[in-house]
């Protein structure tokens, strides 16, 4: 018979399909403990791609705006994320789990129906907002989109641009190498984060865009802990699961972690 326990498992997400890390599952009775784990605080790895602005904050999202980009630098950034630090305001994304009038947002999104009213701010806490890495060097794509205006306007500005450095030289331009290759350069900022329960990180990404008078998407997304669990100090992982044993192993050990700890280190 299994025991009753909670279980922290890596590399799958709940609620949103781009997030990796740690997730906590209940088995038995252990389900009635989860809760301990929701008011947590959370540490996360973010990535954002500046320059873009999509519906659902993230790189699966339909792309909504395109923002310059060249005046950003690494000292305007890291001054910027010291106002997201503390106590904040923060507007959910269209596409999350909170309810409106008895209907998930995400499902208000994916259905295309209006929302019965605007999506509040809401206070959250970020205990710790640092800069990890400012750079034009990645792998990373821009949103693809099918807006034709869009499409037009990223051609239309990047061939200026690329008319200017030229002063004006008469060389045919290639207009769909000039799209794909320049939006490629956009930068990419790497951001560590330790924040209070109901804190999203695509918000946080967006909203640092949004500051910085350009815009800003999730492209990778990492949960390093929750509560007092770690990422790969104490997560099994999912491929691992498979096989009971492991899956045992690990109930032992957070049942023997939770026999020294009372509880986890929750909304500290």
């Known amino acids: 018979m299994v025991e009753s326990t909670v279980m922290p498992v890596a590399k799958l997400s709940a609620r949103h399909p781009l997030a990796t890390g740690v997730l906590v599952v209940g088995i038995n009775d252990g389900c009635k403990e989860l809760y301990k784990y929701i008011g947590c605080n959370k ?16 790189s699966y999202g339909k792309l909504l705006k395109i923002a310059p980009v060249k005046h950003i630098t690494k ?14 305001l923060q507007k959910p994304p269209l596409y999350s789990a909170l309810r409106m009038e008895g209907r998930r947002l995400y499902d208000y999104a994916r259905k295309g129906i209006a929302l019965p009213k605007s999506i ?4 959250v806490k970020v205990h710790s907002l640092s800069l990890l890495d400012f750079t034009t060097s990645h792998d990373y794509k821009p949103p693809t989109t099918t807006d034709t205006m869009l499409l037009e306007a990223i051609k239309t500005s990047e061939s200026s641009d690329t008319m200017n450095k030229n002063n004006q030289s008469n060389e045919r331009i290639n207009e769909d190498s000039i799209t794909e290759n320049s939006l490629l350069n956009n930068p990419i900022f790497k951001i560590h984060v330790e924040c209070g329960k109901g804190t999203y990180i695509r918000s946080l990404i967006h909203d640092i865009g949004i500051e910085l008078n350009s815009a800003a998407h999730v492209v990778e997304l990492v949960r390093l802990q929750q509560g007092d669990l770690q990422l790969h100090r104490d997560t099994v992982e999912l491929d691992e699961c498979s096989d009971l044993n492991t899956i045992f192993n690990a109930m032992e050990k957070i049942k023997l972690k939770h026999d020294c700890v ?7």
């Open 262 to 268: 009372s509880q986890p280190q929750c909304n500290k």
């Open 75 to 88: 000292e305007m950034l890291s001054f910027t994320l010291q106002k997201f630090t503390g106590d904040i």
């Open 120 to 123: 509040e701010p809401r206070a």
């Open 43 to 58: 540490v996360y790895s973010a990535t954002g791609l500046f320059g873009f602005a999509t519906d659902s904050y993230d």
